[in-house]
Antibody, heavy 120, light 111 residues
Framework: QLLLQESGPGLVKPSETLSLTCTVS??????????WVWIRQPPGKGLEWIGS???????YYNPSLKSRVTVSGDTSKNQFSLKLTSVTAADTAVYFC????????????WGQGTLVTVSS | QSALTQPASVSGSPGQSITISCTGT?????????VSWYQQHHPGKAPKLII????KRPSGVSDRFSGSKSGNTASLTISGLQAEDEADYYC??????????FGEGTKLTVL
């Protein structure tokens, strides 16, 4: 059974960098069939796609966040990561790591999510 | 990229049917048959995939859930409403170049 687990600090100061890692178990990231995705949900708001990582090393970003986001991966460790720079209170959210099935638009396996609060 | 447009809320009585719309553009919903729907019972908890490829249901999802698309608008229909269907629902569309867009979300209330 494929499992995804987010890890990282739950509290980040304004203007600093938010860093999260997703560890994938029960399956390999090395597949042409999937993208490895970060999605967030601010309190009381909807879902927002942040960016994704393809096993070949290519990453794709939400244009509205592109200037501040880096999504990377280490397929040898079965992990992928998110870095979001210059954070503000508006970046406070639950962050999910998710597997996306290409050519089928399925976000089929989700991590449990981790709340990151931006506050001094 | 703007979020796909969904009604903020819909409601229905047990046994009735409801439909939630999801309107995008010719660059996303209208250009690809790659629309999925997600059910989220608790904000901040992982959503559940209920429809993919516009009309397909994952194994284990009730056939009371169905999807369709016409032009730039996709729809989710829930028939035979049950109390357990009360949740937030999000549509999602492929938008090209390995990017996706979510809808704003719709809160379903079962009266």
């Amino acid at each position: 059974q494929l499992l995804l687990q987010e890890s990282g600090p739950g509290l980040v100061k304004p203007s600093e960098t938010l860093s999260l890692t997703c560890t994938v178990s029960g399956g390999s990231m090395n597949s042409n069939n999937y993208l490895w995705v970060w999605i967030r949900q601010p309190p009381g708001k909807g879902l927002e796609w942040i960016g994704s990582f393809f096993y070949s090393g290519t990453s794709y970003y939400n244009p509205s966040l592109k200037s501040r986001v880096t999504v990377s991966g280490d397929t040898s460790k079965n992990q992928f990561s998110l870095k979001l720079t210059s954070v503000t209170a508006a970046d406070t959210a639950v962050y999910f790591c998710v597997r996306y099935v290409r050519f089928s638009d399925q976000l089929d396996h989700w991590g449990q999510g981790t709340l990151v609060t931006v506050s001094s | 990229q703007s979020a796909l447009t969904q009604p903020a809320s819909v409601s229905g009585s047990p046994g009735q049917s409801i439909t939630i719309s999801c309107t995008g553009t010719s660059s996303d919903v209208g250009n690809y048959n790659l629309v999925s729907w997600y059910q989220q019972h608790h904000p901040g908890k992982a959503p559940k995939l209920i429809i993919f490829d516009v009309t397909k249901r994952p194994s284990g999802v009730s056939d009371r859930f169905s999807g369709s698309k016409s032009g730039n608008t996709a729809s989710l229909t829930i028939s035979g409403l049950q109390a357990e269907d009360e949740a937030d629902y999000y549509c999602c569309s492929y938008a090209g170049s390995n990017t996706v867009l979510f809808g704003e979300g719709t809160k379903l209330t079962v009266l």
